[in-house]
């Protein structure tokens, strides 16, 4: 069974930076796309970014591009998503998840099977 696991969040000021870790068992981790989502209660869950399996591509939504970053070590059965620049508009609970096939989703929750339990960020103004 894959497990997701986030760690990283916490509260962190308007302009610092934070990095988000998720680390994943139960087999597989490195033949799979991974993503990034994001949610505020009362919201729907926001994608962020994703990563292809190897790292060597990356994907993210306009709301982010140029502040976070999206990487992968499958040594390690772990993704990261580092976050600078952030905006109290960044506030959420911060998910992690598997990709339901070989190939990057579209940046969308239905491609993607297995999920973290999420880690929350707060920015203050």
């Known amino acids: 069974q894959v497990q997701l696991v986030e760690s990283g969040g916490g509260l962190v000021q308007a302009g610092g930076s934070l990095r988000l870790s998720c680390l994943a068992s139960?087999?597989?981790?490195?033949?799979?796309?991974m993503g990034w989502f994001r949610q505020i209660p009362g919201k729907e869950r926001e994608y962020v970014a994703a990563?292809?399996?190897?790292?060597?591509?990356?994907y993210y939504a306009d709301s982010v591009k140029g502040r976070f970053t999206i990487s992968r070590d499958n040594a390690k059965n772990t993704v990261y998503l580092q976050m600078n620049s952030l905006k109290p508009e960044d506030t959420a609970v911060y998910y992690c998840?598997?990709?339901?096939?070989?190939?990057?989703?579209?940046?969308?929750?239905?491609?993607?099977?297995?999920w973290g339990q999420g880690t929350q960020v707060t920015v203050s103004s």
């Open positions: 139960g087999g597989g981790f490195s033949k799979y796309p």
């Open positions: 998840a598997r990709s339901a096939t070989t190939w990057v989703p579209r940046p969308a929750i239905d491609g993607y099977d297995y």
């Open positions: 990563i292809n399996w190897s790292g060597g591509s990356t």
